[in-house]
């Protein structure tokens, strides 16, 4: 009885090891094929608003989104 329980907590213990790298892992597969935004994204975002964007304002946009990640 103290066999499969000793047992089932090392188990568990494992599983939950092996199935936080392996979401991990997959998680940043996706973040790397899909990031969440990108400098064209921003570009039409302000265009939408009404105001043609600088390549100089577009990157200070960059550099913030990146600071929060």
Do not use: T
């Amino acid at each position: 009885m103290g066999k499969l329980i000793l047992y089932l907590v090392v188990g568990l213990i494992i599983g939950i090891i092996i199935g936080f790298f392996l979401a991990r892992m997959l998680f940043k597969k996706q973040m790397d094929k899909n990031p969440p935004i990108n400098e064209k994204m921003i570009e039409a975002m302000m265009s939408s608003m009404g105001r043609k964007p600088s390549q100089k304002q577009v990157k200070q946009v960059m550099a913030q989104m990146n600071r929060y990640k």
